[in-house]
Structure formats: structure tokens, C-alpha cells
């Protein structure tokens, strides 16, 4: 049976590969009623990370008029294409997501702050981010100087490629390009901790 295109990269690409994730993701109606994926994909900007399974629901991969199941290795990954916790399936990670990004009105305003960081309009494309690399904290994804995006762990710098984490490299001096949006980023400074493989 073919892959469906249903994982999504750290450059926030969605792409067809069989590889299992540990969150399914959620940023609406993607596909057509036969399933291909179009422009669509940026148009919302609620775009929330679930977990695979929640209250015993069952799902029909890509209904036609249903959200779009999309698939992350981890959380990192997820937080990389610019999803965020979901607050019903997921609500104490919601909640201390909350608190570690320091949101204390509606979560509609830090989605459309987010979405801004993320998207660049009328592209459909990822924002890429300028970033001192000394100064993210682990978890975040930047572009090796090869294209390859890695997560920051420590000193080390963890190279995704085929959909799993390589062995480590040193972590990157200077100015690095930035993956993981600044909203994003900036709730792991306040303190919330990713779920990941690595």
C-alpha cells in the first residue's frame, strides 16, 4: 500500500513516507474529495499537534470534508512546521503551554501572531528566522549549513534526515537559519517541554 501524504517535515513540507508519528496534527481541511492536498494547507491558522488517540475516537484518513490527518515524528518536528498543543485532547500540555508562552487572553491572538511567523503570504511557504545559535534552547530546529534541518540538543545538534534523528553533530556557531517560529521558541525559554525521540 502506498504512503499517504500525510507526515510533515521540520520544514514544514508535507510529504508521503510510511514512518509511524506520535502526534497526529490538525490545521484543517487539506484535501480535495479525492484526497490530494492543495494551497489549502496555509489558509487556517489554528494549526494544533493531538494526540494518536483520544477517547477511543475511530478516524477515515482524509474524508472527504474532514480535517486533514497529518502526521509528526515528535513534538519538536510539530513544533518546527509551527503546530502548538491542542487544548481539548491535549489539555494539560495546552495549559502549560500556555503559561511557559505567557498567554493570557485568547488563544485566536497567539495563533494569528504565530501564523505571521510562520507563513510567508501568498508563497505558500515556510518563514525562515535569523537566530544566534548560542542562544536557542533544545528543541528548537535550524538548517545546517548542508540545508538539513537539525534539532538543538545541548551542545550538540541532532540532524533529521528520512524522518529519524542522525547521530549528533556539534551545535552550530554564530548566525543560524531558524525553523521553529519565535512564538514557539519562545515558550520553550518560559519552560515547556517537548516530547521527542531524540
Known amino acids: 500500500m502506498m504512503a499517504r501524504q500525510n507526515r510533515v517535515t521540520p520544514k514544514a513540507e508535507i510529504v508521503a513516507h510510511p514512518a509511524r508519528g506520535l502526534f497526529m496534527g490538525n490545521r484543517g481541511i487539506l484535501h480535495d ?3 490530494v492536498l492543495g494551497h489549502r494547507r496555509w489558509r487556517l491558522k489554528g494549526w494544533v499537534t493531538c494526540l494518536l488517540d483520544f477517547k477511543g475516537r ?5 474524508a472527504p470534508g474532514r ?3 497529518l502526521f509528526f ?13 491542542c487544548a481539548e485532547c491535549r489539555r494539560s500540555d495546552y495549559t502549560a503551554f500556555r503559561e511557559a508562552a505567557g498567554i ?3 488563544i485566536e491572538a497567539f495563533d494569528k501572531d504565530l501564523h505571521a511567523a510562520r ?3 501568498r508563497k505558500w511557504a515556510q518563514r525562515h528566522h535569523e537566530a544566534q545559535a ?3 534552547p533544545d528543541g528548537v530546529f535550524v538548517l545546517l549549513g548542508d540545508g538539513t534541518p537539525a534539532m538543538i540538543s545541548g551542545d550538540a545538534a541532532m540532524p533529521f534526515v528520512e524522518f529519524r534523528y ?8 554564530g548566525t543560524v537559519t531558524l525553523l521553529t517560529p519565535p512564538p514557539l521558541v519562545d515558550a520553550l525559554r518560559g519552560g515547556y517541554r517537548l516530547t521527542t525521540r531524540a
Open 119 to 121: 507563513v510567508i503570504p
Open 58 to 62: 475511530k478516524r477515515t484518513l482524509a
Open 33 to 35: 474529495d479525492t484526497g
Open 104 to 106: 493570557t487572553g485568547r
Open 166 to 173: 542522525r547521530p549528533a553533530q556539534p551545535r552550530p556557531q
Open 67 to 69: 480535517y486533514t490527518e
Open 73 to 85: 515524528f515528535d513534538e519538536a518536528v510539530a513544533f518546527a512546521a509551527g503546530h502548538r498543543p
Open 134 to 136: 548560542g542562544d536557542l
